[in-house]
């Protein structure tokens, strides 16, 4: 099945650094989600994004749903040590309708004291 | 926010041997369950949709017959793995579909593992 493209793959970045991933697509999606996952867990939602444009912000997280509609970034500010995770981007076609949802490769954050 | 539980948790089986994973919705009712499966540092997959009262569509690649999906209430929908093999060892997470907030609420998934 399709896959998002999401970069970097993994990082390794020291406690109260800002963070910064993206996720591209091949075709467009209405809706751009980014999850979080800890391990032995299901994803947990962190950002919704309803429209080409559109930034939004969830404490110390803020995403982009990028113009073309290919494209979303998440930022995470001044890190902390329980921002460890994987990070999976995914598109949605529709939104009203259950639409499935097509996941990114993930990010893989380390953070260091 | 909306609650979701799978039962089993972790489940350890002989090969050969079938698997029924539970999912349930706690508190709100699902027409629509997704199944994903999780491969050791990969991403989530689709595996098939499942509509309450229907048969589910399942993705290319996927075999019905041995991923039997069973979506008889709103707030129940089973995953039976027949004639498990190793290679069936993965993460197996259930999404119902919240028509009330159109959001899909991933359940905290079932760890499979074939020996």
């Known amino acids: 099945g399709q896959q998002l493209n999401q970069s970097p793959q993994s990082m390794f970045i020291q406690e109260g650094e800002d963070v910064s991933m993206n996720c591209t697509s091949s075709s467009i999606f209405n809706t751009w989600l980014w999850y979080k996952q800890d391990p032995g867990e299901g994803p947990v939602l962190l950002i919704a994004?309803?429209?080409?444009?559109e930034l939004t912000s969830n404490g110390r997280l803020t995403a982009q749903f990028g113009i073309t509609r290919k494209d979303s970034f998440l930022n995470i500010s001044a890190s902390i040590p329980s921002d460890v995770g994987i990070y999976f981007c995914a598109g949605q076609l529709s939104t009203g309708t259950a639409s499935k949802l097509t996941f990114g490769t993930g990010t893989r954050l380390q953070v260091t004291l | 926010g909306a609650v979701v539980s799978q039962h089993p948790s972790r489940v350890i089986c002989k090969s050969g041997t079938s698997v029924k994973i539970e999912c349930r919705s706690l508190d709100f009712q699902a027409t629509t369950m997704f199944w994903y499966r999780q491969f050791p540092k990969q991403s989530l997959m689709l595996m098939a949709t499942s509509n309450e009262g229907s048969k589910a569509t399942y993705e290319q690649g996927v075999e019905k017959d041995k991923f039997l999906i069973n979506h008889a209430s709103l707030t129940l929908s089973t995953l039976t793995v027949t004639s498990a093999h190793p290679e069936d060892s993965s993460f197996y997470i259930c999404?119902?579909?919240?028509?009330?907030?159109?959001?899909?609420?991933f359940g905290p998934g079932t760890r499979l593992t074939v020996l």
């Open positions: 999404t119902p579909w919240d028509t009330t907030t159109d959001t899909q609420y």
């Open positions: 994004l309803y429209k080409a444009g």
